[in-house]
């Protein structure tokens, strides 16, 4: 009786282990692309804002993209950029780049996906 209860004890603690694990895996994903800005720069400041809710999904890391106050020339090639994970109940959201100038990145109205891959404008 006390192994039965001990085997339940440990499925018990790695079903546990395996949730925690894969709420932190998630990730957002937004390819970027600018149009003819010659020069860019991301703030680390830069957020996915839930609709509903106003939470917000922090900035991980940035690709082919230097953070401020550092600037990145246009190569046309665009950047990436990962954020934390979405809420599981949202399904639109904005990007906004929260700085204290104006010409911040922007996108309203992103329409969530499965895939939590998206690609953008500016």
């Excluded at 600018?34 to 680390?44: F, L, Q, V």
């Amino acid at each position: 009786m006390n192994e039965t209860e001990e085997i339940t004890e440990v499925k018990t603690h790695s079903d546990t282990e395996v949730k925690t694990l894969e709420s932190e895996e998630r990730q957002t994903i937004v390819h970027c692309t600018c149009g003819a800005d010659y020069a860019y720069r991301i703030w680390p400041s830069t957020y996915l804002i839930e609709h509903g809710t106003g939470k917000r999904a922090k900035l991980i890391t940035a690709f082919n993209i230097t953070f401020a106050p550092q600037w990145t020339l246009n190569d046309g090639r665009g950047f990436t950029l990962i954020f934390e994970g979405l809420s599981k109940g949202c399904t639109t959201f904005d990007l906004k780049e929260m700085i204290p100038q104006e010409g911040g990145f922007e996108v309203l109205g992103i329409l969530r996906n499965r895939a939590d891959v998206y690609q953008v404008e500016f």
